[in-house]
T-cell receptor
């Protein structure tokens, strides 16, 4: 079983829809949770970063962590064609300075239809 | 944040040859990493590039195949040695400025095809 599972998609939704992207994980030691966005032929860029459980909002993006269920989500409101990209979840047990490796999901390919 | 550039952006190489990929950061970073990303796959950490000392390799990756240098806090190279078609992939460099968050910033990647 992989440490981090992510549905690869592709996921296609109409412009303006609410998008829900999810990951599950098996390592209960994970405390830091991240979402990266990767456009085609580009490197991943950090979108959201959360520590422990709870919600974090940044504009149209909301990151949610449920440690009891080992489940994290990224919600995109009022989705735009420019949101079309691959979204990767990532997590680690601690700050990397403590030699904790970041584990990435395989990414969900999202397409927003105009 | 840090802006990371990589050279070359892509290359097509012959089997048995070697390619060196350069990674340049616009500011000093505490840690630098090299990843491999194969189509439809997640990012796989190859190694942590340590400044002034030997890199720390992950399981399944060895120094003879992927020698890494990091002469200072803003630059690193990864060499893919004695290449085979299985080495065809995207190679990504990232940097972290450390601290409590330790978020990583990625370069645009180098797309390698081995014939």
């Amino acid at each position: 079983q992989k440490e981090v599972e992510q549905d690869p998609g592709p996921l296609s939704v109409p412009e303006g829809a609410i998008v829900s992207l999810n990951c599950t994980y098996s390592n209960s030691a994970f405390q830091y949770f991240m979402w990266y966005r990767q456009y085609s032929r580009k490197g991943p860029e950090l979108l959201m970063y959360t520590y422990s459980s709870g919600n974090k909002e940044d504009g149209r993006f909301t990151a949610q962590v449920d440690k009891s269920s080992k489940y994290i989500s990224l919600f995109i409101r009022d989705s735009q064609p420019s949101d079309s990209a691959t979204y990767l979840c990532a997590m680690s047990a601690g700050a990397y300075s403590s030699a904790s490796k970041i584990i990435f999901g395989s990414g969900t390919r999202l397409s927003i239809r105009p | 944040s840090a802006v990371i550039s990589q050279k070359p952006s892509r290359d097509i190489c012959q089997r048995g040859t070697s390619l060196t990929i350069q990674c340049q950061v616009d500011s000093q970073v505490t840690m630098m990493f090299w990843y491999r990303q194969q189509p439809g796959q997640s990012l796989t950490l190859i190694a942590t590039a340590n400044q002034g000392s030997e890199a720390t390799y992950e399981s399944g990756f060895v120094i003879d195949k992927f020698p890494i240098s990091r002469p200072n806090l803003t630059f690193s190279t990864l060499t893919v040695s004695n290449m085979s078609p299985e080495d065809s992939s995207i190679y990504l460099c990232s940097g972290s400025q450390g601290g409590d968050t330790d978020t990583q910033y990625f370069g645009p990647g180098t797309r390698l095809t081995v014939l």
